[in-house]
């Protein structure tokens, strides 16, 4: 089998295992009476970003190589991972039953991301193989590897059971067993492994010495906040109308994870307009246009309703700017680390960044949007007979609670717009043809 395609199917899998509870998690908890704990599942994906991915890193680095590393954690992950669908899978669901196992499990899938990167820059180079070329197109197809898992999850009705998780479990194991087929990468010599220091990426907290990459750091972290709060909260929010008087039963409320799988379609799309417009705006306005496609986001979510015409436009609407809104910040940020970083310290510098965006801004990010939800719409919701719906005026509160808290994260989105325009000082100079 060609090189390329054996990375193609390793990075549908890759994403395809996320991608099978990551947008629907939150209205499997919201069944089984835990809406107002879906921050934290989200939230410790953020939580173990900050320290697995180097600590599994340097096991890489040091002694397992890196296609072994993958499919150990990935064997783990995917074991931890049907644990927490078993334990899920009874009439009464205890936090403390599912919580540990699930963290677990994503505790061992985090750095796979990291890892499956090194694998195909590996397993690329040593094939003579252009990486900036060759990567990205293979890269595609984890996207779609998601997209896949989504739409199997919401026909299948896994986005409501545990059943995600088992699904999940199983693209896991088929990933752990396929990584040890994959090119071997080599290890680095005991005298040319990086030191403890870089392997966690500390030496790149002296860029917070110069004042450009400092406010860029910082802004990132803020614009991370925004990141998970609708893998979290949208398919809730979507399915709920169906609980509500005057909206149950819609086409668009059953079938939540096939609506929010054209974020990840206008992403793919993304991907491929992020060379001309960095080359052509800067990265100033590059993120700009993120930050304001963040508000776009949320004040169409708060707008829409997936049960009339006008209010599914809405939602697809804000499913299209996501690519925008995801694409123009984490792949242009990390680009603009590339490129405004010593060599020495780029790896550390990219590490940075993702502790950042996905570690600090995205586990305050969901906590905080739990708090807002929380206040907003789960104060409202109490336990329905099944095929039942709230009455008239809890289902007006529950509704006008969720617009509340979608206007309030595109508030707070606009907020961090403005400063960051006012703020972050950079002179792009365009690219000539």
């Known amino acids: 089998m060609k ?11 890759q ?27 989200y939230a410790m994906q953020g939580i173990v970003s900050l320290f697995m991915p ?7 680095d040091r002694w397992i190589p890196a296609q072994k590393m993958l499919g150990i954690c990935h064997f783990l992950a995917a074991c931890f991972m049907f644990a927490a669908g078993w334990a899920g899978s009874g009439d009464e669901v205890s936090f403390w039953a599912i919580f540990p196992l699930y963290s677990l499990s994503v505790a061992f899938y985090m ?15 040593q094939g003579g193989y252009d990486t900036i070329k060759d990567f990205p197109p293979i890269r595609v197809f984890g996207t779609v590897g998601f997209i896949c898992a989504m739409l199997v999850s919401n026909f299948t009705g ?21 990584s040890f087929t994959l090119p071997p990468c080599p290890v680095a010599p005991r005298g040319e492994s990086k030191s403890l220091v870089e392997a966690l990426g500390l030496r790149a907290f002296t860029l917070f010495k110069q004042k450009k990459m400092a406010i860029f750091f910082i802004f990132s972290m803020l614009l991370g906040v925004s990141l998970q709060i609708t893998n979290g909260f949208a398919n809730p929010f979507i399915m709920s109308f169906n609980t509500l008087d005057g909206y149950a039963g819609s086409w668009g409320a059953n079938n939540a994870n096939f609506l929010i799988s054209f974020s990840q379609m206008s992403e793919t799309l993304c991907i491929l307009l992020i060379p001309f417009f960095m080359s052509r705006f800067g990265i100033k306005r590059v993120m700009l246009m993120s930050m304001v496609a963040w508000v776009l986001r949320f004040g169409l979510f708060g707008v829409g309703n997936p049960s009339t015409a006008g209010g599914i436009v809405m939602l697809i609407l804000s499913m299209i700017v996501y690519g925008v809104a995801f694409d123009f910040f984490n792949v242009s940020g990390s680009l603009f ?20 965006t996905n570690g600090i801004g995205a586990t305050v990010g969901t906590l905080g949007a739990q708090a807002v939800i929380n206040k907003l719409v789960n104060v409202h919701v109490y336990p329905l007979p ?11 509160a529950i509704a006008t609670g969720w617009s509340e808290s979608w206007f309030v994260f595109a508030a707070y989105s606009l907020v961090v717009a403005i400063a960051f325009a006012l703020i972050f000082k950079y002179k792009h100079e365009p690219q000539k043809a």
């Not at 180097?54 to 890489?60: E, F, T």
């Not at 099944?386 to 007006?396: F, H, L, N, R, T």
């Open 337 to 356: 680390v590339e490129r405004e970083t010593d060599l020495s310290i780029r790896s550390s510098a990219q590490g940075l960044f993702m502790i950042m």
């Open 386 to 396: 099944a095929g039942e719906i709230y009455p008239p005026d809890v289902s007006q």
């Open 111 to 125: 750095p796979t991301i990291a890892l499956s990167n090194s694998v195909a820059y590996s397993a690329l180079h």
């Open 3 to 13: 090189l390329k395609i054996r990375l193609i199917i390793m990075n549908f899998l």
């Open 54 to 60: 180097a600590l599994i890193g340097i096991l890489a």
């Open 15 to 41: 994403y395809g295992i996320w991608g099978a509870y990551l947008t629907s998690m939150g209205a499997y908890l919201s069944n089984v009476g835990l809406p107002g704990d879906i921050g934290w599942f």
């Open 158 to 178: 896994f986005q409501n059971t545990y059943a995600q998780w088992i699904f999940s479990g199983a693209l896991g194991l088929l990933l752990a067993g396929y």
